[in-house]
């Protein structure tokens, strides 16, 4: 999912798509919607922070 995102924006910097784009790539909730997929390379999960208290409360996803 990063990898599209970044794509995604990556070709929105490049001119490839216009920035009101990303909303509706994000609403479609399909990758096929988004840009180019960035390469692994250089991508690293740094950090995950969880804020503090009871843990939300999970839900189902429909479809």
């Known amino acids: 999912m990063v990898r599209s995102i970044v794509g995604t924006l990556v070709d ?3 001119g ?3 920035p009101g784009a990303i909303s509706g790539v994000l ?6 919607s988004a840009g180019t997929v960035a390469p692994p ?8 922070g ?3 208290g009871p ?3 999970r839900t189902a996803r429909g479809g």
């Open 27 to 32: 609403r479609s909730r399909e990758r096929t």
């Open 50 to 52: 969880y804020p503090d």
């Open 41 to 48: 390379q250089g991508l690293t999960l740094w950090e995950v």
């Open 12 to 14: 929105v910097g490049l």
């Open 55 to 57: 843990a939300p409360k």
């Open 16 to 18: 490839k798509m216009s």
